[in-house]
């Protein structure tokens, strides 16, 4: 089956740019989607389609996927951005595949 | 406005079937290019994708759990059912539903998501 691999953790200090990858066989072929989930609440699309933001996420949050390797990219880092991001995407036979997830800490 | 909500027991014993329901709104499951699908969450752990039903009733599953899962809809409740068999204690998550579209040939993202249920397998 197909694997995401996320970093486990990434911090960022305020005002920075956070870049948060997803690695996956061939992943640019692919159409990835990114999660955030804040403590508590359930997850929130913040990119689908590799680089589109749904309505209400800020433009400080974008995204982009070629090769082997998906980045989020989150510029001038808040520290309400503090959560954990996941990637998504659905493989060839049709099923869903999720990344183990990153820790946006900021410092 | 779109919304989701999981409902279902909070407890089950180990070895027994679990019942989800997915009652939404602001969308109709009988749309061409509408899905809902099912994702778990164990307690400080990752997202785990476990079933998803498309508006055609075509129906996907986990490979690790496609023995023990079912999915069923019901268009004219708009409700999306999960049966889980077997539980174990290690099936104690926190359990989402979530709408996805499909725009030409390509999936899109799970968006909205419902506020999650938990449920503890313990006896």
């Known amino acids: 089956s197909y694997v995401l691999t996320q970093p486990p953790s990434v911090s960022v200090a305020p005002g920075e740019t956070a870049r948060i990858t997803c690695g996956g066989n061939?992943?640019?072929?692919?159409?990835m989607h990114w999660y955030q989930q804040k403590p508590g609440p359930a997850p929130v699309l913040v990119i689908y389609?590799?680089?589109d933001r749904p309505s209400g996420i800020p433009e400080r949050f974008s995204g982009s996927n070629s090769g082997n390797t998906a980045t989020l990219t989150i510029s001038r880092v808040e520290a309400g951005d503090e959560a954990d991001y996941y990637c998504q995407v659905w493989d060839s036979s049709g099923d869903v595949v999720f990344g183990g997830g990153t820790k946006l800490t900021v410092l | 406005q779109i919304t989701l909500k999981e409902s279902g027991p909070t407890l089950v014993k180990p070895t027994q079937t679990l019942t989800l329901t997915c009652t939404f709104s602001?969308?109709?499951?009988?749309?061409?290019?509408?899905?809902v699908g099912w994702i778990r969450q164990p307690p400080g752990k990752a997202l785990e994708w476990l079933a998803l039903i498309y508006w055609d009733d075509d129906k996907r599953y986990s490979p690790s759990l496609k023995s023990r899962l079912t999915i069923t809809k019901d268009t004219s409740k708009n409700q999306v059912v999960l049966t889980m068999t077997n539980l174990d204690p290690v099936d104690t998550a926190t359990f989402y539903c979530?709408?996805?579209?499909?725009?030409?040939?390509?999936?899109?993202?799970?968006?909205?998501w419902g506020q999650g249920t938990l449920v503890t397998v313990s006896s």
């Open positions: 061939n992943i640019g072929s692919k159409s």
């Open positions: 389609y590799d680089s």
């Open positions: 979530a709408r996805f579209t499909i725009f030409g040939v390509a999936a899109g993202g799970f968006d909205p």
């Open positions: 602001g969308f109709s499951l009988s749309t061409s290019g509408v899905g």
